[in-house]
Structures are given as structure tokens and as C-alpha cells.
């Protein structure tokens, strides 16, 4: 069961005023997944689909290894590779610079890149900007070099987050095509879509998230057919009662809590696993007491050693802190 609590924290300020502070009580929080249970195996296509702010992105991020989750287990077998628009691409490198730096990052030799480099420039086909700053693309372009390096990086699992909304028809079916060899290929497709038409065109299956929670996942005639049913009794409703239920629903993203995971986890029959820990602000006061004491032993500790003072001497005296060092009297 993955969950991912995101800190609503104003300023980066007070991230760190909440390390001093030993109740966590108003450190606003709010809870992206709340709990994604799923197996996806080898060759199946996954679309993802929601509306605004329902976690697809987060969870999307999460599979490529981009942010870790709260809490869960992720089992990943393979490479993955993500496809964003801009996601991981360099604005004051070129696109050649970034084919170069992208494919060195996955490990890649020199050697490897030059033997795939016209490959990739031929399929992403920017003409003359392959040598601009990447900058200056448009959100097309850059979501053709994405494409073109990630799919030439011949991932086992390639996540593909609203990258083909923004492309023309003819690179759209150039990716379809390459999106069904790799399917033939037995890897796995994740892809985020606002359009069920391409969702209906690439997937097999599809995970429709609501507000942090999976509200469906199966067959994608199935769960598209429901969702859009959901759409258009949303649509029906007033300005009023629209809001009221964004309303409700975001309440219990902020809301939500480990207690609630369990009570959720127990129904479906898991273990709900805490991998990471809490965020700095977030941890237990004894946490907090101990860190803090650790900082202030480490700080006393540096100032007796500067000072050339023993520590017996300190205890016994501590103004002689405050006295001129031992080095600079010699
Ligand atoms: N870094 C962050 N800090 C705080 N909240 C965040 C952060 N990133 C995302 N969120 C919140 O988490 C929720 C899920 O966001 P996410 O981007 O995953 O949704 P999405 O389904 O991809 O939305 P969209 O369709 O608009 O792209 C949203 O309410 C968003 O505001």
C-alpha cells in the first residue's frame, strides 16, 4: 500500500521552525495516495486516469524512483524510464548536449551513446534545434526529445506522464508504434492521459485515481466507461455543489493519517509497511529532544576541542569558554 504525505509548509523557514518546535500539530500536511495497492506484470499497459490533483503524476514519479513514497512497498523489476515534458531535460544544454548527458546518466559509455546518437536525433527530428538550448523549445519539442532518448535507452518499464498530449498527429503515431513494439516486446507501459482516447488506443488496463485512493482498476472498456459516467454527473452539478464535493474529498486527504492507513490495510488483508521516515518536522518530540541534544554535545564538543581546553576542566568551569584559547595565549 503506497501513500505519499506531501508538508504544506508557506516558507522554507518553516520546515526548519519545525524541527525546534515539539508538537506536530500544526504542520499541515496533506496526503497525495492514500494507499495504492497493485501488481502490474511484464507486456501490460496501464493507463492512468483522473481528474485534476488525483495523483497520477505523484504516483507516476514515485514508479520512476524520481521521489520516494511515505509509506509501502515498491517492487520494480527492470529499468524504468520516464517520459514528462521536460522532465530531466537540461534548458541551457542543447538538445544534442542532453541526448549526451541523459543517456551517460543511465550509464551509458561515449562509445554507446555516438553508436545511438543519430538514431535518437533522427526520431525526435528537430531539425536545426538539436543544437539550440533546450530552453527555447516549445512543450512539443521537448517532449520529443524525451521520448526519443527515453525510448533509445530501451527501458524494461517506460512511464509516459501527458508527454504525447502536447505533440503533433504524426510524432503521436511515431510513438504509438513504438509504444506497441515495445509492448510486443513484453514491457510494461505506464501512461497518463487526459484523453480517453488515447488511453483507449494504448492500454489494456486502466487505474482510475480519485483524490489519492484507486476508485477502479481493470479492463479499460470497463473503467472508462464508468469514468466517464462520473464526469458527466460531476459535470450536472452546481458551481456550489461541485465545490462542496472537492471540498470533502480534500478534507480527507488532510485528514488522513497512519491510523486510517491501517484500518485500510486490515480490510484488504495487508501489513501497511512505514519505509522512510516521517518528514524532519514531523518526527517525535523524544526524536526531536535527541537530535537536538546530539547538535548541542557535537557544538560543546567542537568548542572545548577549539578552545584547547580539557573536558573535566570545562564541566568543572564552563566560563573558561568564554576565556581566551589555550593556542592563542602561547
Ligand atoms: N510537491 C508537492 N507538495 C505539496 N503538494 C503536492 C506536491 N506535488 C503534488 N501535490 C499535490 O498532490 C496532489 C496530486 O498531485 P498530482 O500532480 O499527482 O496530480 P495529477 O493527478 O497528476 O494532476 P493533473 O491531472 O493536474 O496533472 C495534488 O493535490 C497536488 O496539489
Known amino acids: 500500500m503506497i501513500t505519499k504525505e506531501y508538508d504544506l509548509y508557506k516558507k522554507k523557514s518553516d520546515k526548519v521552525k519545525a524541527l525546534f518546535k515539539f508538537s506536530n500539530k500544526d504542520i499541515p500536511n496533506f496526503w497525495a495516495l492514500k494507499g495504492v495497492d497493485l501488481t502490474v506484470y511484464a507486456g501490460e499497459s496501464v493507463g492512468l486516469i483522473g481528474i485534476n490533483g488525483s495523483g497520477k503524476s505523484t504516483l507516476s514519479n514515485i514508479l520512476a524512483g524520481i521521489i520516494p513514497q511515505t509509506s509501502g512497498v515498491l517492487e520494480i523489476n527492470g529499468e524504468t524510464s520516464i517520459i514528462a515534458i521536460g522532465a530531466g531535460l537540461k534548458g541551457q544544454l542543447t538538445g544534442l548536449e542532453n541526448i549526451r548527458l541523459k543517456c551517460l546518466m543511465t550509464g551509458l559509455t561515449n562509445d554507446e ?12 527530428d528537430l531539425g536545426a534545434f538539436i543544437n539550440q538550448p533546450v530552453k527555447n523549445y516549445s512543450s512539443g519539442m521537448k517532449s520529443r526529445l524525451g521520448f526519443a532518448i527515453a525510448v533509445h535507452n530501451n527501458p524494461d518499464i517506460l512511464i509516459i506522464d501527458e508527454a504525447l498530449s502536447v505533440g503533433d498527429e504524426t510524432f503521436y503515431q511515431k510513438c504509438v508504434d513504438r509504444i506497441e513494439q515495445f509492448k510486443a516486446e513484453g514491457k510494461t507501459i505506464f501512461f497518463v492521459s487526459h484523453s480517453l482516447k488515447q488511453i483507449e488506443n494504448i492500454c489494456e488496463k486502466v487505474l482510475w485515481m480519485h483524490y489519492g485512493d484507486v476508485k477502479m482498476y481493470g479492463d479499460t472498456a470497463e473503467v472508462v466507461s464508468e469514468y466517464k459516467k462520473f464526469i458527466s454527473w460531476f459535470k450536472k452539478l452546481s458551481a456550489k455543489e461541485k465545490k462542496d464535493y472537492q471540498n470533502e474529498y480534500k478534507e480527507r486527504q488532510t485528514t488522513f493519517n497512519v ?11 495487508k501489513e501497511p509497511e512505514v519505509l522512510s521516515g516521517p518528514p524532519i518536522g514531523k518526527m517525535s518530540g523524544l526524536t526531536k529532544f535527541i537530535l537536538l ?5 557535537l557544538l560543546f564538543m567542537g568548542a572545548v576541542n577549539i578552545k584547547g ?9 564552563p566560563t573558561i569558554l568564554l576565556e581566551k584559547s589555550v593556542h592563542s595565549k602561547k
Open 309 to 317: 581546553r580539557s573536558l573535566t576542566s570545562v564541566m568543572k568551569n
Open 293 to 297: 541534544f546530539s547538535i548541542l554535545a
Open 113 to 124: 551513446v555516438d553508436e545511438i546518437l543519430d538514431d535518437i536525433i533522427s526520431f525526435a
Open 259 to 269: 491510523q486510517k492507513l491501517a484500518e485500510k490495510s486490515e480490510k484488504l488483508g
